[in-house]
């Protein structure tokens, strides 16, 4: 198993950036894919970006291409989201989460989460 700790979240005004980080704690970090998903209020849970077990593949939905940037560092079980240009619709609850499947490019496929960080973006 795999437990996630989530932070980083906070406050920003559109325009400005924010970098979330999560930490993992058990066996195995570097089997799993990652990945960071988001809930925004009256919506479902969905999927942001992930990375897959040797960094070399990256995904980012298309509301985020460009940029968000996600990163991982094996030896350090951690994973961070670098999240630039913030806009007051990327205001969510952030998601650290962990997959058995390589490409994790959904919330369905998520095995592991964290407990979610507040992200709000104001105009």
């Known amino acids: 198993q795999v437990q996630l700790v989530e932070s980083g979240g906070g406050v920003v005004q559109a325009g400005g950036s924010l970098r979330l980080s999560c930490a993992a704690s058990g066996r195995s970090f570097s089997r799993y894919t990652m990945g960071w998903l988001r809930q925004a209020p009256g919506k479902e849970r969905a999927f942001v970006a992930s990375?897959?077990?040797?960094?070399?593949?990256?995904y980012y939905a298309d509301s985020v291409k460009g940029r968000f940037t996600i990163s991982r560092d094996n030896a350090k079980n951690a994973v961070s989201l670098q999240m630039n240009s913030l806009k007051p619709e990327d205001t969510a609850v952030y998601y650290c989460a962990a997959t058995s499947d390589a490409w994790g490019r959904g919330p369905q496929q998520y095995e592991y989460w964290g407990q979610g960080t507040q992200v709000t973006v104001s105009s």
């Open positions: 990375i897959s077990r040797n960094a070399m593949r990256t």
